[in-house]
């Protein structure tokens, strides 16, 4: 399966702070949080690329295709939007996957709300496990590598047509339904997955 995506991420370190997640799960139709180990293969200075073995049954490949500087979110999130195409395939629990970079297992803990496109620039939330087909998927999530604890929070537009239109209306619909307050989101902050497993790798070592 071949999905396009433009995603915009951000990623700390240490626990996710109280009031981040009281915040995010206050707002309308937060799924229960789900708990996974994925790996990932962190490849030396290619930030580009993403590659990660899901739950240990599904593999996932993902190409940055461009950096969207055109895309304006809502106040309280500034961060670097960019273009992906991922592709996904079935791996069986007793498949290996070769690489040439480093394997690492990525403890996650992930709430999630979903997004639909209603045309235009608006879009509004659907229930839990509905997947609409043009929409954007918002996440909060903590993660631990090697007992090291991070959090992260992000949006994934998906879908056909300009999904830049998509990531901002659904930026502008979050804080308009769950106002920030004095939290925010700030470009030091945001990364890709990729971007960030080479940082935590670098400071790892």
């Known amino acids: 399966m071949e999905l396009r995506t433009v995603e915009v991420r951000w990623f700390l370190a240490g626990r996710c702070p109280g009031a981040i997640a009281g915040w995010f799960t206050s707002g309308p139709i937060v799924g229960e949080p789900e708990h996974r180990i994925d790996e990932y293969l962190v490849i030396p200075d290619r ?11 599904q593999l996932d490949l993902k190409l940055r295709t461009a950096r969207r500087t055109d895309v304006v979110l809502a106040d309280g999130f500034d961060g670097r939007t960019e273009a992906w195409t991922k592709w996904s395939f079935p791996l069986a629990p007793e498949s290996t996957v070769p690489g040439d970079g480093s394997w690492v297992p990525v403890e996650k803990r992930r709430w999630s709300r979903l997004y639909a496109s209603t045309g235009g620039d608006t879009v509004s939330p659907v229930l839990p496990g509905t997947i609409p087909t043009n929409g954007c998927a918002v996440e909060l999530v903590e993660v631990a590598i090697g007992g090291r604890d991070s959090w992260g929070f992000g949006l994934e537009a998906f879908g056909a047509g300009d999904l830049g239109r998509v990531l901002t209306a659904t930026c502008r619909a979050l804080e308009a339904d769950t106002p920030l307050g004095d939290i925010t989101f700030s470009v030091p902050d945001s990364h890709s997955y990729p971007s960030w497993l080479l940082r935590e790798r670098a400071g790892a070592g």
């Open 47 to 57: 930030d580009d690329l993403g590659v990660k073995r899901r739950a240990g049954i």
